[in-house]
């Protein structure tokens, strides 16, 4: 059975930092890209951040360049977002998914975490 369970999340003040961790079982951990997406309420989930397996290769949402970090420990299975000057809008449910390298879709996610941000 497949399990992403994300962590970390909480109540910032606008500048402030917080990391999301999210620690992944049942499933190979190098098959998978890891990424991270959000959803605000009455808006869709949108994508954050991805990392690849091989290289370590990133990726991250324009909204996020320069703020956030998405990195990987493979030997704990685990992904991380770093997110260094917040701001409100970045209020959001934050989920981690799991995607088969060989496919563009993510199967698996994660159950969220809350992100508030206040002003």
């Known amino acids: 059975q497949v399990q992403l369970v994300e962590s970390g999340g909480g109540l910032v003040q606008a500048g402030g930092s917080l990391r999301l961790s999210c620690a992944a079982s049942?499933?190979?951990?190098?098959?998978?890209?890891m990424a991270w997406f959000r959803q605000a309420p009455g808006k869709n989930r949108d994508f954050v951040a991805l990392i690849t397996w091989g290289d370590s290769g990133t990726s991250y949402a324009d909204s996020v360049k320069g703020r956030f970090t998405i990195s990987r420990d493979n030997a704990k299975n685990t992904v991380y977002l770093q997110m260094n000057s917040l701001k409100p809008e970045d209020t959001a449910a934050y989920y981690c998914?799991?995607?088969?390298?060989?496919?563009?879709?993510?199967?698996?996610w994660g159950q969220g975490a809350q992100v508030t941000v206040s002003s």
């Open positions: 049942g499933l190979t951990f190098s098959d998978y890209r």
């Open positions: 998914a799991a995607g088969l390298i060989t496919r563009a879709t993510y199967a698996y």
